[in-house]
């Protein structure tokens, strides 16, 4: 199915700052999007906007052309978001973590696929040990496992090379370039370079007062 995420005239106020304004653009089926700009320009309220947890100042976000609080349910049944803090649940470990967000959301089912999942992101051997005891880097690859078992179209990812070594960098790019050429959609922010030469970027300093 082709997809397409739509925002119209978004503005986004901090406090009494106006991050940006007047911001209009259309993501779709195939596309891998970088969006960039300074510290402080709203990247991530930009995301959280795209998500429906938070709300512009002004303009719409629309999700195959209906409002996405109108289609609450099936746009979240299509959107895999992983925020900066990364969603693990700390008392669970990271097979518990990975089966509930199987259970949950719109995934593969089976252990067979979280198995793979779990090797895929390095943590096999330690699938039993509680996520609060795993270092951050490694609960960051519990989190960025569900990308191996999702089957939700749309990835909103923000920062997810953080505390990620440059071959995981590399295995991630490639990942999210798969997902897109099989009609995925990928928008994310990152403060590193993305090694890809099918990145568009959307520069959110350009829609400033």
């Excluded at 669970?92 to 509930?100: I, R, S, Y």
């Excluded at 967000?101 to 040990?129: F, M, N, P």
Aim: glycine share 8%.
């Amino acid at each position: 199915m082709h997809n397409h995420l739509e925002i119209e005239q978004l503005a986004c106020q901090r406090g009494d700052k106006m991050l940006f304004s007047n911001l209009n653009f259309r993501f779709q089926s195939g596309d891998f999007v970088q969006v960039e700009g300074h510290n402080g320009i709203g990247k991530t309220s930009l995301l959280r906007i795209l998500t429906g947890l938070a709300q512009p100042l002004a303009g719409q976000v629309r999700w195959n052309g209906a409002e996405i609080a109108r289609v609450r349910e099936d746009y979240q049944h299509d959107l895999l978001y992983l925020g900066h803090l990364s969603g693990v649940k700390p008392e669970l470990t990271a097979w518990e973590n990975l089966q509930f967000y199987q259970k949950v959301s719109h995934c593969q089912q089976g252990t067979d696929i979280l198995w793979q999942a779990l090797e895929t992101v390095g943590l096999l051997g330690r699938e039993d040990i509680v996520a609060s005891q795993l270092s951050a880097g490694q609960q960051k690859r519990i989190a960025l496992a569900r990308l191996w078992i999702s089957n939700a179209p749309l990835w909103i990812l923000d920062e997810p090379f953080n505390a990620i070594d440059k071959n995981g960098v590399q295995a991630l790019t490639a990942h999210f370039e798969r997902h897109a050429a099989q009609g995925g959609i990928v928008i994310l922010t990152s403060h590193q370079d993305v090694p890809s030469q099918n990145l568009q970027k959307l520069r959110l300093d350009l829609y400033k007062f």
